[in-house]
């Protein structure tokens, strides 16, 4: 096993301590944003006790913006030049402004006066997510397809960045509570305690920059005629499967919006007891990461397309019986087992598919699109998050949920199980039906081979300076 070797071919074999400086990458980059998805609206309805109609409209309306930024980002990318990487500096580069807006977000002054508290969300909002947050999320994502071209490396590289994600959602889901109680109650305990969680993350950031290496070199040509945006997106909507794994990744945000969102109010409002959070977290996250893990293997048995279906099907057995078994504490935390495994192999493999969608491109229409690739579907994939996020509150506004109330209304929790259970499984199910049709695994090792025999001609072709 190779373990801390590099390669520096464009074809490498990834050494594994630089796929576990990638994981730490991304397990930072999730850190900050399981903590504004899982607690941020929880701590202004019930903490501060801020209209959650109102913050649900401003994170709608901050994800649109954020959306935008993810396409200048991309476009920033495509065109960086630095000795340490098109996307690796700017991991670097946005790591700590994104840390100090996440932590920001906690800050809000309770004893202003509403305006000035919307003006301060939205703008703390907007630096976490669509400044900095977009600087960090978009070039960590780009670098999977500078790191190799090895199509095998891209997917595995793709699995080790989820179950960072994976350990970072567990850390938060399970022990962000405890560790912020350890301060005390009130806010000053969430200032501190979410100061604390924010800085790990900025280590792990710091540790993904330092440990990895790009070896993907664009050409000269590529440096000196970047393509126009509107070449890209014209390329980009004839990439057939880019366009289902983007229409795929946008569910899983949608559905992940209002998942995350809804379960600490699904702990409180259907189960009765926010302590039932952690142990779902931890039936879920356990079985997402083991299933993360194992995806290597079925990666390399029947495909990435083959493990992605197979995932989620897992994923809507889950939301089945969970919709089935009702407000049962037990029966919900066994139900996550299901959930956790099915979400770990979709999750998985969405940044090594996307990865090969770049190379499709190449064939297909003669130009590598890395970075607004990446950008343009994190835009989409965004807005869909936050629509799924906004929804969320909305319907505690429409159904009126009353977080200082012992037992909610029936309307209350029918929102709450619409969030948790309903919306997710609809989701999963058109998911499973736009990727009934991709079929690029069995194209892709003929399309690597089309693409290096093009790139060596044109070499053998350029004069001789």
């Not at 939205?122 to 900095?132: I, Q, T």
């Not at 990461?289 to 290597?296: D, G, R, V």
């Not at 279906?309 to 996550?336: E, K, S």
């Not at 029918?414 to 991709?438: G, H, K, R, T």
Request: hydrophobic share 45%; net charge neutral; with cysteine.
């Amino acid at each position: 096993m190779n373990w801390n070797k590099r390669d520096y071919a464009e074809d490498a074999s990834i050494s594994v301590l630089e796929r576990l400086s990638y994981t730490c990458g991304n397990a930072g980059n999730c850190i900050g944003l399981t903590v504004i998805s899982m607690f941020m609206l929880f701590y202004y309805t019930d903490i501060l006790g801020i209209s959650a109609g109102a913050i649900a409209t401003i994170m709608l309306v901050s994800r649109i913006f954020d959306g935008v930024t993810d396409i200048f980002m991309g476009y920033i990318v495509d065109r960086t030049h630095s000795p340490k990487g098109k996307a690796r500096v700017w991991v670097l580069r946005g790591s700590i402004p994104y840390t100090l807006a996440v932590i920001g977000i906690f800050f809000v002054p309770s004893g202003a006066n509403d305006m000035f508290q919307y003006i301060y969300i939205f703008v703390l909002y907007n630096l976490a997510n669509a400044v900095f947050g977009t600087v960090v999320n978009t070039s960590y994502n780009s670098m999977n397809s500078l790191i190799t071209k090895n199509a095998y490396e891209t997917g595995v590289l793709g699995i080790f960045g989820m179950v960072g994600a994976t350990i970072a959602s567990t850390f938060v889901g399970s022990y962000a509570l405890k560790i912020i109680n350890l301060f005390g109650e009130g806010e000053r305990a969430w200032h501190l305690g979410i100061t604390v969680i924010a800085l790990i993350g900025l280590l792990l950031l710091l540790i993904c920059y330092g440990g990895v290496r790009e070896r993907v070199i664009e050409s000269e040509d590529e440096k000196e005629n970047p393509l126009p945006i509107r070449v890209v997106l014209k390329n980009l909507s004839q990439n057939k499967y880019w366009l289902m794994v983007g229409i795929s990744y946008i569910f899983i945000m949608f559905f992940g919006g209002t998942y995350t969102n809804s379960l600490l109010y699904y702990c409180k409002g259907v189960l009765g007891d926010t302590s039932y959070q952690t142990a779902i977290v931890n039936m879920t996250n356990i079985p997402q990461l083991i299933a993360t893990i194992c995806s290597a293997f079925f990666v390399k048995k029947i495909g990435k397309g083959n493990t992605f279906r197979l995932g989620n099907i897992i994923l809507i057995i889950g939301l089945a019986l969970r919709a089935i078994v009702g407000a049962n504490p037990q029966m919900q935390i066994f139900c996550g087992l299901l959930y956790g495994a099915g979400y770990g192999m979709v999750l998985s493999e969405i940044l090594g598919l996307l990865a090969d969608t770049v190379e499709y491109g190449l064939w297909k229409n003669g130009v590598r699109i890395v970075g607004s690739a990446f950008a343009v579907m994190s835009f989409a994939a965004k807005i869909g998050n936050g629509f799924g996020s906004s929804v969320v509150g909305w319907m505690l506004e429409w159904s009126g949920y009353n977080g200082d109330a012992a037992v909610q209304n029936s309307q209350a929790i029918f929102s709450i199980n619409a969030c948790f259970i309903y919306i997710p499984l609809i989701c999963a199910i058109l998911m499973l039906v736009v990727m009934s049709f991709y079929d690029l695994d069995k194209k892709f090792e003929q399309i690597i081979e089309d693409n290096k025999n093009r790139a060596e001609k044109k070499k053998a072709s350029e004069p001789i300076a």
